[in-house]
């Protein structure tokens, strides 16, 4: 079966220093693949997402990610980070055809100043 | 803003109760998802619909239901509620749903406490 690892519950990372976030997935294919953010008391809203092509993708607020097919990952990374980035961020898969997306437990930044 | 509407924001209810949640999509998305989220069960996937008919079940329990109408706003049930239902509510919608993996535009939520 097909599942969505994020592997760090919560990170801490001080305000103007580099940012990655780990995921990981299980799926034989290549997956469509999402990066979700959630602002405290918000819904989520769409980072940015891979189907195919350029495995660099960028995505809105200066994030990016990268899918690398060998080590069946999708980071999300940003160079320097915001007090305003402070949320919880979710990495979702879509994979096996029956069109609903597997989501990752979430990982919760938390910001230094 | 997403385009999403729920209603209510906050719901405020006792044990054995039911309730209603409702969602309006984004003008034009013919799909609507329910998700649960709490913090001991993170997001979860309840149900799928896709222009007015059910497209796919997640871990939604018999108490739980849901219907999209013609005007595809959609409505989730939630019946002989328990303390453990406490959680937010999320609708989200999509273009199509019915294939592919379209992004989902997600609603602010209702935040439902069982007393």
């Known amino acids: 079966a097909q599942s969505v690892t994020q592997p760090d519950i919560h990170i801490t990372v001080s305000e103007g220093a580099s940012l990655e976030l780990r995921c990981n997935y299980s799926y034989g294919a290549t997956p469509y693949l999402f990066w979700y953010v959630q602002s405290p008391g918000q819904g989520l809203q769409l980072l940015l997402k891979y189907f195919s092509g350029d495995t660099l993708v960028q995505g809105i607020k200066g994030f990016e990610a990268e899918f690398k097919r060998s080590q069946s990952s999708f980071n999300l990374r940003k160079p320097s980070v915001h007090w305003s980035d402070a949320a919880e961020y979710f990495c979702a898969v879509g994979a096996g055809g029956n069109y609903q997306l597997i989501w990752g437990a979430g990982t919760k930044l938390i910001i230094k100043p | 803003d997403s385009g999403v509407t729920q209603t209510p924001k906050h719901l405020i209810t006792a044990t054995g109760q039911r309730v209603t949640l409702r969602c309006s999509p984004r003008s034009g998305d013919l799909s609507v998802y329910w998700y649960q989220q709490s913090l001991d069960q993170g997001l979860q996937f309840l149900i799928q619909y896709y222009n007015g008919e059910e497209r796919a079940k997640g871990n939604i329990l018999e108490r739980f239901s849901a219907q999209q109408f013609p005007d595809l706003h959609s409505e989730l049930n939630l019946s002989s509620l328990e303390l453990g239902d406490s959680a937010l509510y999320f609708c989200?919608?999509?273009?199509?749903?019915?294939?592919?993996?379209?992004?989902?535009?997600f609603g602010p939520g209702t935040r439902l406490t069982v007393l």
């Open positions: 989200a919608s999509s273009v199509t749903g019915a294939k592919g993996y379209n992004e989902q535009f």
